[in-house]
């Protein structure tokens, strides 16, 4: 298996643009999460799903950011519009998660920065 | 889940064994002690986890005070390519609770040669 795909990863936009981006968990996992990470707010939570169902999304900062998970393959995190501080590296992770000693994987990430 | 306190920051010399603590004197008795770790622009990476016994992987081992309070991770040769954010949490791996993996701030090794 190839690993979490994301996608772009990196994405350079100007604010007040829509950004869209891009996982791929895990084929057969049936948990994935995404997360921020920043500097000064190190890495969050900010939504997660078990079989395609979000389940906890108190972590989205606001109604500016949205996620969906339409099949079991495929995941986005959509920031409309987008702002100077939603400048991050985002990660989305996937994880079988029925069992006990289950592992999450981590993506490569995606580079945002808005301008 | 538990809070874990981790030291900030630790280095270590080539070659020797890292010792990373961990504090979770609030964790209960079904969490389990999962370690993370985070090389420079990648993302984390799962290392081990553990209830009460040691655990030994390829890649490290995990040994957990007899009170649970406390765990440590051990890198037995650190290498160069340890050199990360290393993430202590304390969690129960089990979907009817939540399922989150919360990290927290992490200690950064830095291994000299």
């Known amino acids: 298996d190839a690993g979490v795909i994301q996608s772009p990863r990196h994405e350079v936009t100007e604010m007040g643009q829509e950004v869209t981006l891009r996982c791929k968990p895990i084929s057969g996992h049936n948990s994935l999460f995404w997360y921020r990470q920043t500097m000064m707010r190190g890495l969050e939570l900010l939504i997660y799903?078990?079989?395609?169902?979000?389940?906890?999304d108190s972590g989205m900062p606001e109604d500016r950011f949205s996620a969906k998970m339409p099949n079991a393959s495929f995941s986005t995190l959509k920031i409309q519009p987008s702002e100077p501080r939603d400048s991050a590296v985002y990660f989305c992770a996937s994880r079988a998660g029925t069992g006990r000693d289950t592992e999450a994987f981590f993506g490569q990430g995606t580079r945002l920065t808005v301008v | 889940d538990a809070k874990t306190t981790q030291p900030p920051s630790m280095d270590c010399a080539e070659g020797r064994a890292a010792n990373l603590p961990c504090n979770h004197s609030?964790?209960?008795?079904?969490?389990?002690v999962y370690w993370y770790r985070q090389i420079h622009s990648q993302g984390p990476q799962y290392i081990i986890h553990?209830?009460?016994n040691n655990e030994t992987n390829e890649m490290a081992s995990l040994i957990i005070t007899e009170d649970r309070k406390s765990s440590t991770l051990i890198l037995p040769h650190a290498t160069l390519r340890d050199t990360a954010v290393y993430y202590c949490?304390?969690?129960?791996?089990?979907?009817?609770?939540?399922?989150?993996?919360?990290f927290g701030a992490g200690t950064i090794l830095r291994v000299k040669s």
């Open positions: 553990g209830l009460k």
């Open positions: 949490i304390v969690r129960v791996p089990d979907p009817g609770y939540g399922n989150k993996l919360v």
């Open positions: 799903f078990n079989n395609n169902v979000p389940i906890d």
């Open positions: 609030t964790i209960s008795g079904n969490e389990y």
